[in-house]
């Protein structure tokens, strides 16, 4: 694993856990609130930066969880994710021209990895109890996308209780012997 250049912490608040406040390295990022339905179904989320443009992210009609697309107030699209399955684990994300994958951590604590296909674990998002979180960045990554990525894990986190195969969606990454 490659070293950790920045830590993030999350501290939710509300019921049921509606606000995230993010903070990074620099101080305060800004406010995630998480907009759901009468029936209790996420179906909105909206990022109140300190310094920049809100963030908004809408669920997409669709029978698939984790459909959702990140747009900014000025309605430029930046990203969107889909889970391949309904029994699969694994989150697509994908900005145009980059993709991503969000995967459960391979050992027996709680978390999600966001890994990019050819550098592999960009970065970590662990939940650390009573509504806080921690994300560790490993590799560059926009802001942007890793507010987009906590949104998704946050709404998954208890889904992370089963470790996935240490090899898991690492396949790009793993080297493989050469033939001398």
Do not use: C
């Not at 969107?80 to 604590?109: C, D, M, Q």
């Not at 999600?112 to 960009?122: S, V, Y």
């Not at 979180?133 to 946050?154: G, H």
């Amino acid at each position: 694993m490659a070293e950790r250049i920045a830590t993030y912490r999350t501290r939710a608040r509300g019921i049921p856990r509606s606000a995230h406040e993010i903070e990074g390295p620099d101080g305060r990022l800004g406010v995630l609130s998480i907009e759901r339905n009468a029936a209790g179904m996420i179906v909105r989320g909206r990022f109140q930066p300190e310094k920049g443009e809100v963030l908004s992210i809408r669920r997409e009609p669709g029978i698939l969880r984790s459909q959702y697309s990140l747009w900014t107030e000025g309605r430029e699209w930046l990203g969107s994710s889909l889970r391949p399955g309904f029994v699969k684990r694994e989150i697509a994300l994908s900005t145009g021209s980059k993709s991503f994958r969000l995967l459960p951590t391979a050992n027996f604590g709680r978390g999600w990895r966001m890994l990019a296909p050819k550098t592999g674990e960009m970065a970590r998002i662990v939940p650390e109890g009573f509504g806080r979180s921690r994300i560790e960045v490993f590799r560059k990554v926009d802001t942007e996308l890793l507010i987009f990525a906590y949104f998704l894990a946050a709404q998954v986190a208890q889904e992370s209780w089963w470790p996935a195969r240490a090899d898991e969606g690492e396949s790009e990454t793993i080297p493989t012997a050469s033939k001398a």
